[in-house]
T-cell receptor, first 114, second 114 residues
Framework: AQSVSQHNHHVILSEAASLELGCNYS??????LFWYVQYPGQHLQLLLK??????LVKGIKGFEAEFIKSKFSFNLRKPSVQWSDTAEYFC????????????FGSGTRLSIRP | EAQVTQNPRYLITVTGKKLTVTCSQN?????MSWYRQDPGLGLRQIYY???????DKGDVPEGYKVSRKEKRNFPLILESPSPNQTSLYFC?????????????FGSGTRLTVV
């Protein structure tokens, strides 16, 4: 079955450290890829998305993600994290082009030490 | 303000007592969906709706019902809640049934069934 894997369940970093959160998917066809962020007590918000074109996608708040098709990966990066980046991050993969087929990963909790 | 509104935010109920969680969006979105979020499992889709009077099961539909009589509303109905339905529920909407736009999420409903 198609799946989305986020291997890091909880990541703890100090402020100004660089961040990379892993996301791998198992679907072999054309995919659309998303990263969502959920700040404590809030709903999910879209960070960035990839549909086609440049595999390096820039999102809000200084985040970026790189789609590597050969590795079935879409890792999220940020060069220098801030305390306010403390949140849970979800990778999502869309099979086909239908919104009904979006599958979410289990999430990575990011804690930033001030 | 463009948003997805869920009510209530918090709900504690007893096993077997029917309840409805409301979801309303003011963006004229065609597509709406319900998810439940559980620790370690991420978001799992319960039901979705491509448009008025068009609904379909997601990955975990058992014990839930939905209806889409109007474009803006997509209530989630638990006819006979059980403790395993204790969870955080999110409603989401998207402009169309295509994945290009990503989702707009509601603020969530934390349900406890005792």
């Amino acid at each position: 079955a198609q799946s989305v894997s986020q291997h890091n369940h909880h990541v703890i970093l100090s402020e100004a450290a660089s961040l990379e959160l892993g996301c791998n998917y198992s679907y072999g066809g054309t995919v659309n890829l998303f990263w969502y962020v959920q700040y404590p007590g809030q709903h999910l918000q879209l960070l960035l998305k990839y549909f086609s074109g440049d595999p390096l996608v820039k999102g809000i708040k200084g985040f970026e993600a790189e789609f590597i098709k050969s590795k079935f990966s879409f890792n999220l990066r940020k060069p220098s994290v801030q305390w306010s980046d403390t949140a849970e991050y979800f990778c999502a993969v869309n099979r086909d082009s239908s919104a009904s087929k979006i599958i979410f990963g289990s999430g990575t909790r990011l804690s930033i030490r001030p | 303000e463009a948003q997805v509104t869920q009510n209530p935010r918090y709900l504690i109920t007893v096993t077997g007592k029917k309840l409805t969680v409301t979801c309303s969006q003011n963006m004229n979105h065609e597509y709406m969906s319900w998810y439940r979020q559980d620790p370690g499992l991420g978001l799992r889709q319960i039901y979705y709706s491509m448009n008025v009077e068009v609904t379909d099961k997601g990955d975990v539909p058992e014990g839930y019902k939905v209806s889409r009589k109007e474009k803006r509303n997509f209530p989630l109905i638990l006819e006979s809640p059980s403790p395993n339905q204790t969870s955080l529920y999110f409603c989401a909407s998207s402009l169309t049934g295509l994945s290009n736009y990503g989702y707009t999420f509601g603020s969530g409903t934390r349900l406890t069934v005792v």
